[in-house]
């Protein structure tokens, strides 16, 4: 590699250089306004780390690195039960992540460049930069069982090979959920032109079952009233999943409205005057990104309150004039229901034991949960 790059770990967001926006202005999610919330309302069992790349002394690359400790939290529903191996196994060996990239999202919210480093030179010194933390851990008598690199699309994926990526096993979890908006929709009575018979009967379906429902924009005193209702929603969600690496704090959504103001929105969905839902959103030039969400599940079900926020979303984005939505994993058959395309999202892995490295291309299908769905479509 040429002699002149070099990179920095900055162990605060505070003190970032005032040129990393400057790299970081087609992405909001590696901003340091971004940057400074998430690492004030991190999970308990997440440490950010941030990267600076330099030629010559002069930042030209951007990254983010994340320390996940799973020993923390409930990883598997199956843990549940009175005993659960998967979950075990995973504690004793993996339970240790360092990852190049976001895990509170999908998509390649990874690192940055500029035109004066290569990526294969980038990549190579975001390996160096991996392992640098990990030294720093080890000194703490954490020792790191997995690095990790995510999320590409096929067009992003770029040349680890090239790039010294030795003995790392690539892998493709579930897709990102992304909403594409026509340039001639002006309105979502112009998505719903567009839409089949069977789709516009489901969307009026659901807009019926919601009579009743009261849908508000939150402001920032309206989220710090509703903090223990809200996080006990956003628990009924997260409980509900198959997989799970981390717990927003309490205060998670109160920070990001007090920093991120008009570029976060959070919505609640009332019932007789009682939160039953909400969601959030984050705006990323001219993506619309979905963030975290909550609902009781009895409502939700009765109103079909998950439908009707994915068709709230879409609605804004249109009205405003987004390119597309980003839903992101999860639920993929209802997310299509409304349009979205699944892009598939690839990374890297690699176990820092030798021995279960070499067996990671069958551990990893074992730990990643596999889900079933149908693709819809349901336009004309």
């Known amino acids: 590699m040429d002699q002149n790059f070099s990179f920095t770990i900055f162990s605060t967001a505070a003190a970032l250089p005032a040129t990393w926006d400057t790299i970081a202005e087609e992405n909001a ?18 440490e950010c780390h941030f990267v600076g790349l330099l030629k010559d002394g002069k930042l030209c690359g ?3 690195v994340q320390y996940i400790n799973l020993s923390r939290v409930n990883t598997f529903v199956e843990e549940k039960k009175s005993f659960c191996l998967k979950d075990y196994i995973f ?10 990239g976001n895990n509170t999202l999908t998509g390649q919210n990874a690192y940055l460049l500029t035109d004066a480093i290569p990526e294969t030179a980038a990549l190579s010194l975001l390996q160096r930069s991996l392992q640098h933390i990990a030294r720093d851990y080890r000194k703490k008598c954490v020792y790191m069982h997995v690095l990790a690199i995510k999320d590409f699309n096929r067009e992003e994926l770029p040349d680890f090979k090239a790039a010294g990526f030795k003995g790392y096993y690539q892998f493709c979890t579930q897709p990102n959920m992304i909403f594409s908006i026509k340039e001639n929709w002006g309105s979502i009575e112009d998505y719903l032109a567009d839409l089949n018979t069977k789709y516009r009967t489901q969307y009026n379906r659901a807009r019926k079952k919601a009579e009743g429902i009261e849908k508000r924009k939150l402001t920032l005193e309206n989220i710090r009233e509703q903090q ?11 409980g509900n999943a198959s997989f799970n690496t981390f717990h927003l ?11 991120l103001k008009d570029d976060f929105l959070f919505y609640g969905y009332f019932l007789d005057g009682k939160l039953v839902g909400f969601n959030t959103l984050i705006k990323n030039g001219p993506d619309m990104d979905t963030y975290f969400l909550g609902y009781d599940d009895a409502i939700q079900k009765e109103k079909m309150l998950y439908l009707n926020m994915l068709y709230d979303m879409v609605s804004y984005a249109i009205k405003k004039g987004f390119k597309q939505v980003v839903f ?4 993929m058959e209802i997310k299509s229901s409304v349009g979205a395309k699944a892009e598939e999202v690839y990374g890297m892995i690699k176990h820092t034991n030798p021995l279960l490295n070499a067996f990671m291309s069958k551990l990893f299908p074992y730990f990643d949960p596999k889900v079933e769905w149908k693709e819809r479509s349901p336009f004309k």
């Open 228 to 238: 223990d209702r809200i996080h006990e929603l956003y628990l009924t969600v997260a």
């Open 249 to 259: 704090p309490k205060d998670h959504f109160e920070a990001f409205k007090e920093h």
């Open 29 to 46: 999610f590696l901003k340091r306004n971004y940057l400074c919330v998430l690492e004030k309302s991190a999970p308990e069992n997440m």
């Open 328 to 331: 992101a994993r999860s639920a």
């Open 91 to 100: 504690r004793q060996f993996s339970s240790h992540i360092l990852v190049i």
């Open 62 to 64: 951007i990254a983010l």
